[in-house]
């Protein structure tokens, strides 16, 4: 199996077989990340093309099959003056295995920033946040940012949004809100 269909320890992600089975169903979650120049970044319009899904097989007689999507868009989020990206999190995790996020609060503005973190628990939510839910983030410069380490407790498994996250800003006391900043698929244990 190619590179895209293999899981990190280098295993086909279908197994020990790339067989399908009739009236069986396999169901996989891909993530896309794009690499793009500083160029690209500057003229960003809103919406990206990131390409098709091209899906090809062979039948149990030999014959060639293919599906193929139509042209696959992302909407940009346009970059407001408090930018907040995950810089790491695991790619999949077990349930009841603790994990760390990294998230990155860019400041954008020639003004400094001296922030409050909100934590918020999605209901229903198969995630649990460690720790205090409510913390003094600190200083960040004009233009400059800070990296945070947040720890999760993951409890059903599924695809989980991280949870909401609320962000004052103690100069202006203006309000940021973040209903959604990433996914985590957590398994089985």
């Given at each position: 199996s190619s590179g895209i269909n293999a899981e990190y320890g280098g295993e086909s992600i279908f197994g020990e077989s790339d067989y399908i089975n009739p009236d069986d169903t396999w169901q996989y979650l891909y993530k896309l990340t794009p690499k793009m120049t500083q160029d690209e970044k500057s003229n960003v319009k809103g919406v990206s093309s990131v390409g098709k899904l091209d899906i090809m097989w062979l039948s149990n007689f030999g014959e060639k099959g293919r599906l193929q999507s139509s042209q696959l868009q992302r909407l940009i989020q346009p970059q407001g003056e408090l930018v907040v990206t995950v810089q790491s999190i695991p790619h999949f995790i077990s349930s009841n295995e603790q994990f760390q996020v990294v998230l990155r609060l860019r400041n954008t503005t020639d003004r400094k920033y001296n922030l409050h973190l909100t934590l918020r628990q999605l209901p229903d939510s198969g995630l649990v946040w460690v720790g205090d839910i409510k913390k003094v983030v600190g200083e960040v410069p004009p233009c400059s940012f800070l990296d945070i380490n947040l720890d999760i407790l993951?409890?059903?498994?599924?695809?989980w949004d991280l949870g909401e996250i609320g962000i004052e800003n103690l100069v202006t006391s203006k309000r940021f809100d973040y209903?959604?900043?990433?996914?985590?698929?957590?398994?089985?244990?």
């Open positions: 993951p409890v059903k498994s599924g695809v209903p959604s900043v990433g996914q985590i698929l957590v398994g089985l244990t």
